[in-house]
């Protein structure tokens, strides 16, 4: 009896640990890039709303480079988002106060991407905290748009342009 419990957990484990093999080996990034501008003259403690254009998506032929296609994409999730400062070059995030990302496309509604409040940075650049929203049908689309809803602290007196690094984590089933 007790060999038959044994086989039966050590086969579990065996096809447990197989599946997350297999899962790694069907795990893929897909990275994006875009800017922000965040205007001058914007009063602190008032949230703004800036929309990117449309951001293409290259997804289609990361996946072909992966060998799969958007029919076989199981799960889609942001593993980073990266903030820089690219102008003015001395500039940080000390004039930011909160920063919370949306991403939408003509299709689908919008949803929050990433966020970070509380920012106390001297630094000119942010990991902001990822949700865990599933973004399959928003990476899918030939675009999307990403709105920042930013706050600063301080008014700022010339625009500032803010490059975001965005990886997002693809897993594909294998059929």
Excluded: W
């Amino acid at each position: 009896m007790k060999t038959k419990k044994f086989i039966a957990v050590a086969i579990f484990a065996l096809i447990a640990i197989s599946c997350s093999v297999i899962d790694d080996l069907l795990t893929f990034s897909i990275d994006n890039q875009t800017t922000v501008t965040i205007p001058s003259g914007f009063p602190a403690n008032i949230a703004l709303d800036v929309v990117t254009p449309d951001i293409p998506s290259n997804s289609s032929s990361v996946f072909e480079n992966n060998n799969t296609n958007a029919e076989l994409v199981k799960d889609v999730k942001l593993k980073e988002m990266k903030l820089t400062v690219t102008n003015p070059a001395n500039k940080s995030f000390s004039f930011l106060k909160s920063i919370h990302i949306y991403i939408s496309t003509n299709d689908t509604d919008e949803i929050e991407l990433a966020f970070l409040d509380d920012i106390n940075s001297t630094s000119s650049t942010l990991n902001l905290t990822c949700t865990t929203a599933k973004l399959d049908k928003y990476v899918k689309a030939s675009s999307f748009k990403l709105r920042t809803k930013a706050v600063t602290k301080e008014s700022i007196t010339q625009d500032v342009s803010i490059k975001a690094d965005i990886k997002f984590q693809v897993t594909a089933d294998p059929f």
